[in-house]
Nanobody, 117 residues
Framework: QVQLVESGGGLVQPGESLKLSCAAS????????MGWYRQVPGKQRELVAI???????NYADSVKGRFTISRDNAKKTVSLQMNSLKPEDTARYYC???????????WGQGTQVTVSS
C-alpha cells in the first residue's frame, strides 16, 4: 500500500501562482512515477504532469510553459508549481503514484484549486 497526502490548494486570481505538494509513504520502490491529474465535475480525470524517479517529465499541452513538476526522491515528495493560472485550471487536483512494473495506481484525496477574480 502507498499513502499520498496532498497540500497547497486554494483560491487565487487569474495570473497568480500556486504550488501543490504531495508526500508518499508506504511500499515505495526505487523506481516509480509520481504526478498530478485534475478533474472537474462531469468530466474525466486528466493528466496534468508526471515525473519519473529519473526525472523524465510529461505535461499536458494546456499547462506546458506554465506549470513545472519536480520531485525529491529522498523525501518521496512531488510538487507542482503552477504559474499564470487561468480560470480553466480550476479543478480538483489529485496526486498519483505508481511503482514501475506494478499494476496498482494510487491516488490522493485531492486538493481544490480555484482560479477566479
Amino acid at each position: 500500500q502507498v499513502q499520498l497526502v496532498e497540500s497547497g490548494g486554494g483560491l487565487v486570481q487569474p495570473g497568480e501562482s500556486l504550488k501543490l505538494s504531495c508526500a508518499a509513504s508506504g511500499r515505495i520502490s526505487s523506481s516509480n512515477t509520481m504526478g498530478w491529474y485534475r478533474q472537474v465535475p462531469g468530466k474525466q480525470r486528466e493528466l496534468v504532469a508526471i515525473i519519473t524517479t529519473g526525472g523524465s517529465t510529461n505535461y499536458a499541452d494546456s499547462v506546458k510553459g506554465r506549470f513545472t513538476i519536480s520531485r525529491d526522491n529522498a523525501k518521496k515528495t512531488v510538487s507542482l508549481q503552477m504559474n499564470s493560472l487561468k480560470p480553466e485550471d480550476t479543478a480538483r487536483y489529485y496526486c498519483n503514484f505508481k511503482n514501475t512494473g506494478a499494476m496498482t495506481t494510487y491516488w490522493g484525496q485531492g486538493t481544490q484549486v480555484t482560479v477566479s477574480s
